[in-house]
């Protein structure tokens, strides 16, 4: 299997990289959106993005399951390989113009994530990690940051489409956070959040009410970066659950003290 690695990596950055062209032909342009929800919304670009994804999986890799955000099980064979899309993430930022957004794939093997690509096309920044072989910026090896207190960190966060309809919003983390952290930042992508944290940008990150496709290519890049990722109780991290921290390690238990309001 591992003779395949190389090819899932080339295949994966190549329609990650299309995902972005996509992207950028109709950045400040999007015509249409649908709201799935009060504030949760999905574009034509979107649909435009995971619709070629999957065509391409299916044309290069027919038996493998497909598991991406706006369809849903877009396959489901029972293949030992699952292919994780979120196509386009950062989709409120993308309708806004804000200009940081990006396109996430991961491909599991057995129920562990082998490849992570995301690819941030307004910036031009291709993250990318094999399990086993490190992770990489732009062909560049990176690391995680080597800050040892909490104090001195600078973490972030993100807050779910559901925030004003649940009790578990995240708000009392976010509020324990900017009390024992440096700073908190909170810019709604959670695929560049974890990167960002894999190349030392961030020290740590967590997140609630996630969903498979946020957090698959993005928590294997932090793990081949030196990080650490798990549940709020450190148990190991199953990217099918609703919870996340990811850090540099040296961080890791000062977090989970803090996630579970012992600091």
Sequence with gaps: MKDDFDRYLKFAVRIAQESGRIQMASYGRVKKIRFKGEINLVTEVDKRCEAMIIKNIRKNFPDHDILAEESGKARESGSDYKWIIDPLDGTTNYSHSYPLFCTSIGLEYRGKVIVGVVFEPNLRELFYAVRGKGAFL???????????????????????????EVKSNNLDHFQNFIMTSQAVRRDGVAAT?????????????????????????????????????SHFDGSSLDIYGKEIVANNGRIHRAMIEVLNGKY
């Design 138 to 164: 732009n062909r560049r090896r990176i690391h995680v940051s080597k800050i040892a207190k909490l104090r001195r960190a600078l973490v972030s966060t993100g807050f779910a489409y559901n925030v004003q």
């Design 193 to 229: 959040d974890l990167c960002y944290v894999a190349c030392g940008r961030f020290d740590g990150f967590w997140e609630i009410n996630l969903f498979p496709w946020d957090v698959a290519a993005g928590s294997l890049i932090v793990e081949e970066a030196g990080g650490a990722v």
